[in-house]
């Protein structure tokens, strides 16, 4: 297992040991084939800022905000690199999207994706009903990893998830309901800084990417309560897929490639009848437990207002491929969310749209992710905190 993490994950059905064999061997290769499909790379999005908070931003006021084709004059001082790199100027980490290998995808063509209904999610802030201004873009060209986004900017964002909209419980504090909102973030958060870790510039000069595991272990692994909600939102978001079980299994995934959509729809259903998964951990997350109380249903809304928020700040990022992968895991947090706690009902039935199923799995791979390098990285970190 994972050095120290031992026992069940808190208000979890499974051990860490358990998740971590399953993810090994079961639900991260299944997970890492599935967003590589051509209906599984391609998200559509909303990417230019359109920041409702701080309007005196000069940076989201800008219309074109984005990171890699922003000319360097258009950033206003906070934004600019945050640290010299001589003699670089094509190499900028801040403008590495810019590189024509990961350029973002506009020509793919809506019509090739059918069979989806457009629905509305009542706990984010997208509306991917307004097409003027999404564009798609290939994940696979633009993976989530160091930017050298930091500053002011990025850490204003945070902490307005953290203090206005979803305050760290205190330690006494018994009410799952009052504690999974921030676990989720803090487990998001947790899981976006071990991708910064996991794939950072090393060495500007070389143009060398790889493992910081300083980093990795400063800000997250030192800190076993992000470790702890990192497995949280892991094991939540997989609830939600296979709560979707029927939903995602007869859902179209087709776009156009036949032998390619068909190897997409098999993926899927070795992920959601994984006799591992079964037999490990057959419910991730009981959510059943939850907003039985009397103030259940106020709970519920307070979070979900919350959550709304969280997501509209999002549109705050001022690095483009940040925000995209901001996006992207809000929205598929979001998605969770609504597979857990909006079709409690039998009398509801479960609609998605395309593009929270793409971003309920990406993120589900971008945790699994996480979570295997946290193992990985078990004897590493052990090493190093010996060394402190
Ligand atoms: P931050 O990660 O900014 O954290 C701020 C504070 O939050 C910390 O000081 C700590 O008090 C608290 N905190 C940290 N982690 C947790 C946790 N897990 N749980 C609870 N509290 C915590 N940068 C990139 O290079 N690539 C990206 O793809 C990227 N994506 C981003 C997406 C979003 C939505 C945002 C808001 C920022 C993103 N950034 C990205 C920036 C990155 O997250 C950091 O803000 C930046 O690297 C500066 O890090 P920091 O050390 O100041 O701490």
Known sequence: GSGKYKGMIEDCCCDYETVDNLNIEVLNPLLQDLVTTPFFRYFKVKLWCDCPF????????????????????EFPEPFKRPYNIAGLPSDNPICQEGKPQAAVDRTIDN??????????????????TDNSEMTYVNLQLNPERFTGYTG?????????????????????????E???????????HSSISMHIAGDYLLDESRNQWGQNIELMYDRILRHPDRVRNMYFTYLFVLRAVTKATAYLEQAEYDT?????????????KQLLYSPKLQTA???????????????????????????????????????????????LQVQGLGTALKILFSVGNQDQ?????????????????????????????????ERLMEDQ
């Open 349 to 381: 039935t479960l609609q998605l749209q395309r593009n929270e199923v793409i971003a309920l799995v990406n993120l589900l791979n971008r945790l699994s992710e996480s979570v295997k390098m946290v193992h990985d990285m078990g004897p590493d970190v």
């Open 256 to 268: 156009g490639n036949n032998a390619e959509d068909l190897k997409t729809q098999s993926l899927i």
């Open 281 to 327: 951990c057959p419910v991730p997350f009981d959510e059943a437990k939850l907003w039985q109380g009397q103030s259940g249903p106020e709970l519920k809304q307070q979070i979900q207002k919350q959550f709304r928020n969280i997501s509209a700040l999002m549109d705050c990022v001022g690095c483009e491929k940040c925000r995209l992968w901001g996006k």
């Open 54 to 73: 701080w309007p005196d931003d000069g940076m989201c006021r800008l219309r074109d905000c984005s990171v890699c084709e922003c000319p360097e004059n």
């Open 152 to 176: 002011p900017s990025a850490r204003r964002i945070w902490e307005s998830i953290y203090s206005e909209n979803c305050p760290k419980y205190s330690s006494g504090e018994t009410c799952p």
């Open 178 to 188: 009052k504690k999974v909102l921030y676990k989720l973030i803090s487990g998001l």
């Open 111 to 128: 019509r090739a994706f059918r069979g989806w209904v457009e629905t509305n999610n009542p706990w984010t802030h997208e509306d991917d």
